[in-house]
């Protein structure tokens, strides 16, 4: 087990800055995801740490051990790659047992340590197959076993699900977080998927543009997103956006839209009060929009009229595309509704969850309540 620092990372490739001063405390036993789009220097950050990228500049701690310089073999490591990469002549023990045997480790420690892996990993009745007899959830699984016995300080992992079928993916979620728990080690995590982030991660780093936007718990993020790229990324669907102004009137505050208006919780309305008359941009989860029919009386709600463009059903909740005014919205509804497409229906919003932000670059979220 380990810490590992990164202070002020960078990397360059010609003109190009792929991560720029990363800088960032991975605690000890934390299950970190570095989460982003394609192209915005996660995968690159996790081969910096590993030692298969050169930093172009800063400084990489494993534990107290400045690593800069120093070969992957001995930074105390263990990566799981996206393509499993077994070896296929091999068979599943000698695949696990391998980079053991590279370093000399004794035949009796060898079998100790494949044996407890497989045991962990519900593998033990596979070791004599080779891969070609595997499915891809048990290559998986001989993947993590492989890293698993050389007892790593710090386990990377290199969006390793994304080969897997969306049931098998939800499996090796949760084995993971098993695993993690079970093991009690440093894990660093990349995806794109925001699902496997939200579900694993301890703590979620978001990137964009080789840049950290936020750090945070995953309900931190979902929460309190810094700026409009993260509250758009966190959430599937993706936050709703509309341009719209704060205005006043009757010494109350609203979003005004054009076509309908929101009240502003009186929580909110002292925060926004340099807002008033200014133009701002309006985010609303699809699952803070209801069918008024099945509304939570509990929270604090205001309504808008559109009209239903697309329905679809979802077993456990409907979700609806609808259109109000110029504004093209998502709402995740009851399953009751009786929402049909082209006709018009009254949606409540819950205005203690909305989101402000600025209009301007990188449209930062504006405070609207004490954390």
Excluded at 267 to 288: A, D
């Amino acid at each position: 087990m380990a810490k590992v620092t990164l202070e002020n990372v960078s990397k360059r490739f010609g003109q190009v800055d792929a991560v720029s001063r990363f800088h960032l405390e991975v605690e000890d036993k934390e299950f970190l995801v570095l989460l982003g789009p394609s192209g915005c220097g996660k995968s690159t950050t996790l081969r910096m740490i590993a030692g298969l990228e050169q930093l172009t500049d800063g400084n990489i701690y494993i534990g107290d051990k400045l690593v800069n310089n120093m070969p992957p073999r001995d930074r105390r490591i263990a990566m799981v790659f996206q393509d499993y990469a077994l070896y296929p002549h091999m068979t599943v023990y000698q695949n696990m047992a391998f980079g053991l045997k590279l370093r000399k480790h004794p035949k009796a420690e060898i079998d100790q340590r494949v044996k407890e892996a497989a045991e962990i990993l519900g593998i033990q009745d596979l070791l004599d197959r080779k891969p070609k007899a595997l499915s891809g959830g048990q290559r998986q699984r001989v993947a993590l076993g492989r890293a698993i016995v050389r007892k790593p300080a710090v386990f990377l992992f290199d969006e390793p699900l994304s080969n897997l079928d969306a049931r098998l993916r939800g499996q090796m979620r949760a084995e993971l977080s098993k695993l993690h728990a079970q093991l009690n080690t440093t894990i660093i995590y990349v995806t794109h998927d925001q699902v496997e982030a939200m579900t694993m991660g301890t703590q979620i780093v978001i990137m964009k543009d080789g840049v950290v936007n936020q750090v945070g718990t995953p309900m931190e993020i979902y929460d309190y997103p810094v700026n409009k790229f993260v509250g758009q990324f966190i959430g599937n669907p993706g936050m709703n956006f509309m341009s719209a102004r704060i205005v006043g009137e009757d010494s109350r505050l609203y979003v005004d839209a054009d076509n309908f208006r929101l009240l502003i919780p009186t929580i909110k309305q002292s925060y926004l009060q340099s807002k008033v008359n200014q133009e701002v941009i309006v985010g609303i989860r699809p699952e803070h929009i209801e069918d008024i029919a099945f509304v939570d009386t509990s929270f604090l709600t205001d309504t808008f009229k559109a009209i239903v463009e697309v329905v679809e059903t979802l077993g456990a909740e409907v979700q609806l595309a609808v259109v109000s005014g110029q504004h093209n919205l998502v709402a995740r509804v009851d399953s009751r509704t009786q929402a049909e497409s082209k006709k018009e229906i009254e949606l409540a919003v819950n205005m203690d969850k909305i989101h402000i932000f600025d209009t301007q670059p990188p449209n930062v979220r504006i405070k609207t309540e004490e954390r």
